[in-house]
C-alpha cells in the first residue's frame, strides 16, 4: 500500500495537472434529440427515436447545464461565439455564414480558446466542420489549431458525387466539397459514406496519444 506521504504527494501531482477539454459541437440538434433531456420534458426515452446512451451517461456522471442557450442560430456565428467567447455580432460573424468563395474569416485580431490553451502547453485538434474561413490564414492550423481533420464549411456548400450544391453557385457542377488535413486537401469531393467513423477514429487516436503522454488536450 502507498504510504501516507507518497499519497500525499500523489494527490498534489493530480490537482497541478490541467483538465482535458472536449467539446461536442452540433449544427441542428433539438434540445431533446439527447436522451438525458428526454426526461426533463417529461418523456421517456421511448418517446424519440434518439438513442444517445455515451452522452447520458456523461451527464449522470457530470453537470447538465438547463439554461445554455447557443448564441446563434447559424453555423459561423455559433462556432465564432463559442470559440471567442463573444457575441457573434462583435466578431463581424453576423448574420450570415461564411460561402466557399468568402475572402476572409474569423479576423486575426480575435483570440481563440484554442490559442489560449496552445499556449498553455495543450495539444489541440479540432475534428469536423470548420466554417469560420476556408482560405489560407483563416484555417484552425491558423488560429490554435495544432491539427485539423474536417469540412471548411457547410455541406451544401460544394458539390459531391451525385449532387450539384445548386445551379447559381455551382453551375458547372465543378465546386467539389473538400477534405482537409491540416493545411492540405486530402480528398474531393469528400465522401460522405465513411466521414463520420473516419472522424470517431482521429479524434480517438488523437485522446489516447495525448493521454498516453500525459499532456493536457483540447479536442
Request: charged share 20%; with cysteine.
Amino acid at each position: 500500500l502507498p504510504t501516507t506521504t507518497s499519497r500525499s504527494s500523489d494527490d498534489k501531482q493530480h490537482k497541478k495537472r490541467p483538465p482535458n477539454v472536449v467539446i461536442l459541437f452540433a449544427d441542428n440538434l433539438a434540445y431533446d434529440d439527447v436522451g438525458t433531456f428526454q426526461t426533463n420534458n417529461n418523456k421517456s426515452s421511448n418517446d424519440s427515436s434518439s438513442r444517445t446512451p455515451r452522452t447520458d451517461t456523461l451527464a449522470t456522471q457530470g453537470l447538465k447545464l438547463l439554461h445554455w442557450n447557443s448564441p446563434a442560430v447559424l453555423c459561423s456565428a455559433s462556432r465564432a461565439a463559442l470559440l471567442t467567447g463573444k457575441y457573434p455580432i462583435r466578431t463581424g460573424v453576423y448574420p450570415r455564414v461564411f460561402e466557399p468563395d468568402a475572402q476572409h474569416g474569423l479576423l486575426a485580431n480575435e483570440t481563440t480558446i484554442a490559442d489560449y490553451l496552445q499556449q498553455e502547453g495543450y495539444a489541440t485538434k479540432l475534428v469536423g466542420k470548420w466554417h469560420l474561413g476556408s482560405r489560407p490564414g483563416y484555417l484552425p492550423i491558423d488560429r490554435g489549431f495544432d491539427e485539423w481533420f474536417g469540412i471548411p464549411y457547410h455541406m451544401s456548400g460544394g458539390s459531391l458525387d451525385g449532387h450539384v450544391c445548386g445551379k447559381e453557385r455551382d453551375p458547372n457542377g465543378t465546386l467539389w466539397l473538400p477534405l482537409f488535413d491540416g493545411r492540405d486537401i486530402v480528398e474531393q469531393p469528400v465522401d460522405l459514406t465513411n466521414l463520420a467513423p473516419r472522424y470517431v477514429q482521429e479524434a480517438r487516436e488523437f485522446i489516447l496519444e495525448h493521454a498516453s503522454q500525459q499532456q493536457p488536450f483540447f479536442l
